[in-house]
């Protein structure tokens, strides 16, 4: 890395870019001596699938990596080269001036994109380690051109560090023992991960199971009832949606989600007709905070209608398998007997732990033909009063539709149910509000005459926002970031434009963004300028970041 650039036409050149993507991953990953076989495996997989790259230079030197791949270790094993980051400017700055500058800019844009695709999980326990996140952004800053920061002390080998003990969840009923173990072992447990389907499950007639590992593998770290976002490649477009998972954290080698064909549910109809075994693609998450696990109790009612039943199967299945002691009433309604999405597991769950767990499945009508012994209608209190008489010491889990949800939570509060212990799904965000009432409209006014002055249109006050891409988009007052960034042709990453996902989780580098009360962020987070630009709105100049 040390000669001069060779002409890009030659293999040379090829090698000297391979040397470049591997000091790259080195100086990240090995910041702190610490580098893991998560980190390796990740790179390997980079290596082999590179469409992450938008440079037919890049794209060569990342399969020529692949194929000189041992010696470059044994190399960097017995310190014969540097990867430093002087070296490292050196090598940008040669390669420079060997390529044309159209060619140059598609190399450092792919550089970005896998600098960001080298960063690892941060597990359960904590947030990555401090200086591989200044690493990185340094690196980021000269990839891009910027004047970089302090380069980051590269540290002695770390002391082994004591456990750090998990809080317990604040709550009136003594936290439950499984809630309170952190998983053992490297795995993904927030940002983005490629998976692959292995598996896919028919539940209903019109509700499919798909199942995922993780490539490169590693194990699943969530909260059952915690939902991800799904980035497709559709018609040639990265298309986002929000799924639950329906498997549970208890079974870390695997995630699922069910998904049930809707009508106008494009992502969910394309998910049903196309996906197959062996489909890849990027997840982001996991998120959310419907989860029975920050809320333990003795007791628990679980609330489903149709598919929401899916959050309320990851937690059924973690209670079930972890031990964990809840006495649970689980009323499931559905459409019909025909609807019920995973019917044989929640029959075998509830006569396996029959002691503990009281299922009932209830449709709101029975077509003929069909052939149905139990309870039909729909929910109401006097079904409540009949299953769970003890309602008001029971922690409430609801999930389903809008209205479904609605109708729960006026029920529960109309029989005296305490609110604080009621939770529901909304990462699909609220339900619309009612049109408002028609106004009176009064008697037209004796006209006026105006100066032409008063009849100009107001100028509505308007700010700047400017991404770390170098664009720049106008932003109107009560305009949010997001709908700004759409209407001047810009495309920010999104999913459930309600503040509920964090798909859009933006950090303001440079003036100040304002959002309404959430629930995602925390208040460590927003005091550092993080910001989701689906309800962000700006109170002047904006500088955005991903």
Known sequence: ??????????????????????????????????????????????????????????????????????????????????????????????????????????????????????????????????????????????????????????????????????????????????????????????????????????????????????????????????????????????????????????????????????????????????????????????????????HPAQKLLFLSGGSGVTPVMSMLRWIVDTGTEADVVFINNVRTPQDVIFQHELLHLAGRSAASVRLAVIPAAVPPGQIWNGMTGRFGADLVRSLAPDFAEREVFTCGPAGYMAAVKDTLAEMGHPTHRYHEESFGGAAPAPAPAAPRIPAPPTPVALPRAALAPAALPAATVTLDTGDSFAIRSGQTILEAAEAAGHRLEHSCRSGICGACRMRCTKGKAQMPEQALLGADEVAEGYVLTCIGTATGNLTLER
């Open 1 to 294: 890395m040390n000669m001069p650039f060779p002409n890009p036409a030659s293999e040379g050149a090829s090698q000297a870019l391979a040397d470049l993507l591997f000091s790259v991953f080195v100086y990240v990953a090995d910041v702190d001596r610490d580098v893991s076989p998560q980190d390796v495996r990740r790179f390997q997989s980079l290596l082999k699938d590179r469409r992450w790259s938008q440079s037919d230079d890049l794209t060569e030197a990342a399969a020529e990596l692949a194929r000189d791949y041992s010696r470059r270790w044994t190399a960097y094993a017995e310190g014969q080269n540097d990867h430093d980051i002087d070296t490292l400017g050196q090598a940008l700055e040669q390669a420079e001036g060997a390529l044309d500058p159209e060619r140059m800019t598609a190399l450092r844009r792919s550089l970005v994109v896998f600098l960001q695709r080298l960063e690892r999980g941060t597990g359960l326990t904590g947030a990555e380690p401090e200086n591989r996140v200044r690493a990185r952004e340094e690196l980021r800053a000269l990839i891009e051109g910027d004047e970089p920061e302090a380069p980051p002390v590269r540290a002695p080998l770390p002391a082994a560090r004591a456990p750090v003990a998990t809080p317990a969840p604040a709550a009136t009923d003594a936290a439950w023992p499984a809630a309170t173990l952190t998983p053992g072992g490297a795995g993904w447990a927030g940002g983005r991960t490629r998976v692959r389907c292995i598996a896919i499950t028919p539940e209903t007639h019109d509700a499919k199971t798909y199942t995922f590992v993780s490539e490169p593998r590693t194990l699943f770290h969530f909260k059952p009832g915690q939902f991800v976002t799904l980035e497709l490649p559709v018609d040639g477009r990265i298309l986002r949606r929000s799924y639950t998972i329906s498997s549970s954290p208890s079974r870390p080698y695997t995630i699922s989600i069910t998904v049930k064909r809707v009508p106008k549910g494009w992502i969910s109809n394309w998910l049903y007709d196309n996906m197959v075994e062996g489909f890849e693609f990027d997840i982001l998450g996991p998120a959310g905070h419907f989860t029975c696990v920050d």
